[in-house]
C-alpha cells in the first residue's frame, strides 16, 4: 500500500493506546510501548504502530523517515491555558517571593484585574500576535493540541474579542485550538462591590452574545471564595449549559469550597486546580464522570506546600489529566514536559501516568479524545520525536528540551535548529 509518510528505527513509541475512553486507575500506567518500532501515517492519520519489519513489509511511502533510535510520543494535549493577554505580571512573582499570597495580590488590585485594562485597550492584532509567538514557543515544548481561554475582557466587547484572537489563531498555527468563554474569571473592578450587576451582564447579555457569536465550546468559572461562590457558579453554569455551551470550572484550588461537587452536580467535563478538594468532592466526580486536570507548575509557582492529590485520585480510579495553566501571573508556564516533571515530584505520579494525564486524558478533558492524544489508528498525528533513551528521561531531565521534531496532523511543524 501507498502511503504518505513512514518513520521508522523508533527505539520505542510510546502509543498511549488502549480501550475506548479516558485511562483510569491502573490503565494509567499502560501507555501501549512497542520497542524498535514504525509509525505509518497516510492524509495526516495514524495507520498504524507497529515493529519496524511489520510498517516496512506492509507499506511503501512517499517519504521515509529513519528516526534514529528516537522515542517517539504522541503530542501534548494542553487543556488549560490562558495565552490572550497583553503585559505579563512578572512583578507579581517577586511580591509572592517576598512573601505575599496570590489572594493577597488580586485583593490588592493585581492578579486578574491588572490584566483587564490592557486586554481591553489592545486590538485583535496586537493580542493575535502576542498569542501567536507565546503558542509557536509552546510547539517548540511538544504541544500540538490546546485549550485557549478568555477571561481578561470581563466586558461583552473585549471577550468577544478575544474568542475572536483565539478563532484566528486556531485558522492561522498548524495545530488544534479549542476555545473556551470564561467571562466568569473575575469581577471587574467596576462591579468589584456589585457582584449582583454583574452577574446580569454575564446571564443576559455575555453569554447570550458568546452563544450568538458562535466560537466557544466551553463555559469556564473561577470558583473560589474572593471570587465566585458556589450559587453564583451554578447560576452562571446554569446559563451557560441553557445556550449550549459545554461546562468547566476552575474548582477549589485554594480552599475547599464545594467546586468539585458542584461540578459533579452540573455535569462538568472536567475540574481543574482541585488542589484543596474533599474526598467526597473527588467521590462525587467519579461518580459523574468528572475529569480531574491538575496543574503542578500553578502550585509551584504560588510556593504552595501542598499539591493536588493525584495518588488519591488514581487510586480511586479517576482519570487524571495534567495542564500548564500558562497564563500572565500565577504561571507563566508554557512547557509541558516541565508539567510532567511536576505532576512526577509533586504529586508521586509516574512517568507513565504523567505521559497518559498529558496526552489522551487531556484529550479527553476538552472533548477531543477521538481524535488526539493516542498514535493509534484513524488518529490525527500529532508526535513528538526525543533524541532521548527512554519515557522515564521525560520528567528526569530539566531545564532543556531534548525534543528533535514535532509533527501535526502529518505534518512537521517544529525541527530542532
Not at 327 to 356: I, K, V, Y
Request: proline share 5%; charged share 20%; aromatic share 6%.
Amino acid at each position: 500500500m501507498k502511503i504518505d509518510l513512514i518513520i521508522h528505527n523508533a527505539c520505542q513509541i510510546a502509543t498511549v493506546g488502549g480501550s475506548p475512553g479516558p485511562r483510569k486507575g491502573d490503565q494509567m500506567q499502560d501507555v501501549g510501548i512497542i520497542h524498535n518500532a514504525a509509525l505509518a501515517i497516510h492524509q495526516g492519520k495514524v495507520l498504524a504502530c507497529a515493529s519496524n519489519n511489520t510498517i516496512l513489509q506492509n507499506y511503501h511511502a512517499t517519504e521515509l523517515i529513519d528516526a534514529e533510535g528516537a522515542l517517539i510520543t504522541p503530542g501534548f494535549v494542553d487543556p488549560h491555558t490562558h495565552p490572550v493577554f497583553v503585559h505579563t505580571r512578572e512583578d507579581e512573582f517577586a511580591m509572592r517571593i517576598a512573601g505575599a499570597t496570590y489572594v493577597e495580590i488580586a485583593q490588592a488590585g493585581g492578579g486578574i484585574r491588572s490584566t483587564i485594562s490592557s486586554t481591553r485597550d489592545a486590538d485583535h492584532e496586537l493580542l493575535f500576535t502576542l498569542a501567536k509567538q507565546r503558542i509557536r514557543r509552546m510547539i517548540q515544548q511538544g504541544t500540538t493540541t490546546l485549550e485557549a481561554k478568555s477571561g481578561y475582557g470581563l466586558d461583552t466587547a473585549s471577550e468577544l474579542k478575544q474568542l475572536q484572537v483565539i478563532k484566528a489563531l486556531a485558522e492561522d498555527l498548524p495545530i488544534d485550538i479549542v476555545p473556551t468563554f470564561m467571562g466568569a474569571h473575575e469581577y471587574p473592578a467596576e462591579y468589584k462591590n456589585d457582584h449582583e450587576a454583574y452577574l446580569k451582564i454575564l446571564t443576559q447579555e455575555m453569554i447570550p452574545a458568546v452563544q450568538k457569536q458562535g466560537i466557544a465550546r466551553f463555559c469556564d468559572i473561577f470558583t473560589e471564595a474572593h471570587v465566585y461562590d458556589i450559587s453564583e457558579s451554578r447560576r452562571v453554569l446554569s446559563c451557560a449549559r441553557e445556550h449550549g455551551m459545554q461546562l468547566k470550572m476552575h474548582a477549589d484550588e485554594i480552599e475547599p469550597m464545594g467546586g468539585a461537587e458542584l461540578a459533579a452536580e452540573m455535569g462538568c467535563i472536567s475540574a481543574d486546580h482541585l488542589g484543596a478538594a474533599t474526598d467526597a468532592g473527588i467521590l462525587a466526580m467519579k461518580e459523574a464522570g468528572v475529569i480531574p486536570v491538575l496543574l503542578p507548575a500553578t502550585l509551584f509557582s504560588l510556593r504552595s506546600k501542598t499539591y493536588a492529590r493525584a495518588r488519591f485520585m488514581i487510586e480511586k480510579g479517576l482519570p487524571v489529566a495534567i495542564a500548564t495553566d500558562y497564563n500572565p501571573g500565577s504561571c507563566n508556564c508554557d512547557s509541558m514536559p516541565l508539567t510532567m516533571s511536576l505532576a512526577c515530584l509533586q504529586m508521586g505520579m509516574s512517568p507513565e501516568e504523567a505521559l497518559t494525564a498529558a496526552t489522551i486524558n487531556a484529550a479527553y478533558s476538552i472533548g477531543m479524545g477521538e481524535r488526539k492524544g493516542s498514535l493509534e489508528p484513524g488518529k490525527d498525528a500529532d508526535l513528538i520525536l526525543w533524541d532521548i533513551p527512554s519515557l522515564n528521561f521525560i520528567p528526569y531531565h530539566l531545564g532543556s528540551s531534548h525534543i528533535q521534531c514535532v509533527y501535526a496532523k502529518g505534518s512537521l511543524v517544529y525541527k530542532t535548529p
